[in-house]
Each structure stands twice: as structure tokens, then as C-alpha cells.
T-cell receptor, first 114, second 112 residues
Framework: AAGVIQSPRHLIKEKRETATLKCYPIPRHDTVYWYQQGPGQDPQFLISFYEKMQSDKGSIPDRFSAQQFSDYHSELNMSSLELGDSALYFC?????????????FGSGTQLSVL | RKEVEQDPGPFNVPEGATVAFNCTYSNSASQSFFWYRQDCRKEPKLLMSVYSSGNEDGRFTAQLNRASQYISLLIRDSKLSDSATYLCVVTGTSGSARQLTFGSGTQLTVLP
């Protein structure tokens, strides 16, 4: 079965650079979520999109922005990168209506800011 | 205080042991509850949903006590492959059913 696809798997950037992370949800899933997981931390919700509109916003810095496109894929844009942005970034998708809002996660993008 | 709190562990148990994890949540309006497992540096994967009536999936049993705002996961006959971090996850704690709030996880190591 198709899963959530994230790219790239690994990304190395320097401070003050920009980065773009991509997420392709499971087909027919119309909701995308972005999470940030620092070393030894639990995943922190950043932002979500439903039907290409932002549905919820969590602890996403102003330096970050995201959008969901017409094909439902989503991109997380990160600017003025800081050392503290180094983390594993997960994208997840869900198909509302299942009754329990189950999320399916991608394998994540490991971002390292040097 | 975190919205979702878990016993951090680590739990080191021998193969075949029974182990139980606990989780409490602070918002009584929380709507849905799950257990996820996460292997080191991998994505969280849904283990099971948690229902008020309790539910069982093979060696795994989950319980929800809404009155006490408490969730549990019981693993019987532990296998080496059960070694992972188990995340308690709750929805609806921030006023939206579309956000999941994760606990910090309980680390389990099953020893041969």
C-alpha cells in the first residue's frame, strides 16, 4: 500500500540558509500535518492543512511557512535557519471520517543545521 | 504541566514478561486516544486506538478511564521486537480534533 512520502530524507544546511521539505500524502488523504521532533523529544505539532487550506497552527516559528497544493502534496519552507531547527521533521496524512483521526506518518526528513 | 504525561521509563524487561505503561491527560474534553510506537529515528506508527470499553489486539491491551483521565497499555509475553518507544497520543486537547498531542514516550527494552 502507498505510504506518505517525504523528501529529502536528509538535508544539511548552514545557519541563515533556507530549506524546503516536501510531503506527498497517501492517495485520497486530504489532510496533511507537519511535526518537528528534536533529539530525545516528542513530536511537536507545527501546522496542518485540510483541502489545501490551513486548518490548524501549532508551534511553528514565523520563519517557517507551509502550503498544500492542488495535488494535496505539501511543502514546508524554512528560512533563516538556526542551529535549534536541527530535528526530524515528519509529515503525516489522514482521511477524516475514519472516526478516530488516525495519522499515517512519513519516514521523516532529518534536517541538520551547521 | 504537559497536556499528556507518560511514565518515561526506561523499562527493561525479560522476554516473555508482561509490562504495563500508563498515561494521563489533562483536558477532560479530549476526544480520541491512541498508542503509537516509534523505533529509534523512525516515524511513529499507530499501534492501536483506545476505547472506553477497552480493546485488545493480540498481546496488546489498551484501556481508557475517562473519569480518571488515564490510559494504559499492557503488553503480554514480550518479544525482542517490542523494544521501542511507546507514545501515548490524545486528540482534541487544543480545541481541535485535527491536532494530536503526544506524550514524551515510554522506552521499552525487551532483553533476551
Amino acid at each position: 500500500a502507498a505510504g506518505v512520502i517525504q523528501s529529502p530524507r536528509h538535508l544539511i544546511k548552514e545557519k541563515r540558509e533556507t530549506a524546503t521539505l516536501k510531503c506527498y500524502p497517501i492517495p485520497r488523504h486530504d489532510t496533511v500535518y507537519w511535526y518537528q521532533q528534536g533529539p530525545g523529544q516528542d513530536p511537536q505539532f507545527l501546522i496542518s492543512f485540510y483541502e489545501k487550506m490551513q486548518s490548524d497552527k501549532g508551534s511553528i516559528p514565523d520563519r517557517f511557512s507551509a502550503q498544500q497544493f492542488s495535488d494535496y502534496h505539501s511543502e514546508l519552507n524554512m528560512s533563516s535557519l538556526e542551529l535549534g531547527d536541527s530535528a526530524l521533521y515528519f509529515c503525516a496524512s489522514s482521511q477524516p471520517g475514519t472516526g478516530y483521526e488516525k495519522l499515517f506518518f512519513g519516514s521523516g526528513t532529518q534536517l541538520s543545521v551547521l | 504541566r504537559k497536556e499528556v504525561e507518560q511514565d518515561p521509563g526506561p523499562f527493561n524487561v525479560p522476554e516473555g514478561a508482561t509490562v504495563a505503561f500508563n498515561c494521563t491527560y489533562s483536558n477532560s474534553a479530549s476526544q480520541s486516544f491512541f498508542w503509537y510506537r516509534q523505533d529509534c529515528r523512525k516515524e511513529p506508527k499507530l499501534l492501536m486506538s483506545v476505547y472506553s470499553s477497552g480493546n485488545e489486539d493480540g498481546r496488546f491491551t489498551a484501556q481508557l478511564n475517562r473519569a480518571s483521565q488515564y490510559i494504559s497499555l499492557l503488553i503480554r509475553d514480550s518479544k525482542l521486537s517490542d523494544s521501542a518507544t511507546y507514545l501515548c497520543v490524545v486528540t482534541g486537547t487544543s480545541g481541535s480534533a485535527r491536532q494530536l498531542t503526544f506524550g514524551s514516550g515510554t522506552q521499552l527494552t525487551v532483553l533476551p
